[in-house]
């Protein structure tokens, strides 16, 4: 049975950096494909990086070049660190996970109960 756990929210300034953490368990490669979501309290639940089983990595274009999605070495970790953060970027940000896949197949059935982020200006 796969279980997400999410860590390392909480608030900081602009322009200050979060490393979120997934701990990952239920499968036995690293090669899933995964996301980070996000949601702000007005806003609906929008992806903000993926990583499929070849560790390709795609992200929403308000994060490019300042949100990085990894794996740790032995898969039981997903990451997002996350730098030069806005007010924007303020929410519950939730990871995601799906089967052994590539980015354009992934699908996210499985879910963590989300980590708040608040950004202050």
């Known amino acids: 049975q796969v279980q997400l756990v999410e860590s390392g929210g909480g608030s900081v300034q602009a322009g200050g950096s979060l490393r979120l953490s997934c701990e990952v368990s239920?499968?036995?490669?690293?090669?899933?494909?995964a996301a980070w979501f996000r949601q702000a309290p007005d806003g609906e639940r929008e992806v903000v990086a993926r990583?499929?089983?070849?560790?390709?990595?795609s992200y929403a274009d308000p994060v490019k070049g300042r949100f990085i999605i990894s794996k740790g070495n032995v898969g039981k970790t997903l990451y997002l660190q996350m730098t030069s953060l806005k007010p924007e970027d303020s929410g519950i940000y939730y990871c995601?996970?799906?089967?052994?896949?590539?980015?354009?197949?992934?699908?996210?059935?499985?879910w963590g109960q989300g980590t708040q982020v608040t950004v202050s200006s």
């Open positions: 995601a996970s799906g089967a052994y896949r590539t980015l354009a197949e992934c699908d996210n059935p499985y």
């Open positions: 239920g499968y036995t490669y690293r090669t899933y494909c």
């Open positions: 990583i499929d089983r070849n560790d390709r990595t």
